[in-house]
């Protein structure tokens, strides 16, 4: 399994960014997908969660993002998607791609993330 984040950059408070995340090596549409960030000194924290197809395709966000984000993904093209609106400097942070599609010991895949700055 790969998970391969893009669309990282740098960006003002108030601006926007999308974030992708192409997905390989797995049967995309019955996992689970989502979003972790990571900020310098921090634990990682889950960010967005989309459900599977078979589970609806419903989402998920942490509190501090509702409303601002949106988590979508494309079944077609094994992409999940992050949009970013109105950011602020704690939004900085590396983000993560995730699924639950985990590997024969339990643990999870992980990309190399995306970093994320976003200047006041």
């Known amino acids: 399994v790969q998970l391969q984040a893009s669309g990282g950059g740098s960006v003002q408070a108030g601006g926007s960014l999308g974030l992708s995340c192409a997905a390989s090596?797995?049967?995309?549409?019955?996992?689970?997908m989502g979003w972790y960030r990571q900020a310098p000194g921090k634990q990682r924290e889950l960010v967005a969660v989309?459900?599977?197809?078979?589970?609806?395709?419903?989402?998920n966000y942490a509190d501090s993002v509702k409303g601002r984000f949106t988590i979508s993904r494309d079944n077609a093209e094994n992409t999940v998607y992050l949009q970013m609106s109105s950011l602020n400097p704690n939004d900085t942070g590396t983000y993560y791609c995730?699924?639950?599609?985990?590997?024969?010991?339990?643990?999870?895949?992980w990309g190399q993330g995306t970093l994320v700055t976003v200047s006041s």
């Open positions: 090596g797995l049967i995309f549409d019955i996992y689970d």
């Open positions: 995730a699924t639950t599609c985990a590997k024969g010991d339990g643990s999870a895949y």
């Open positions: 989309i459900r599977s197809v078979t589970s609806g395709g419903t989402t």
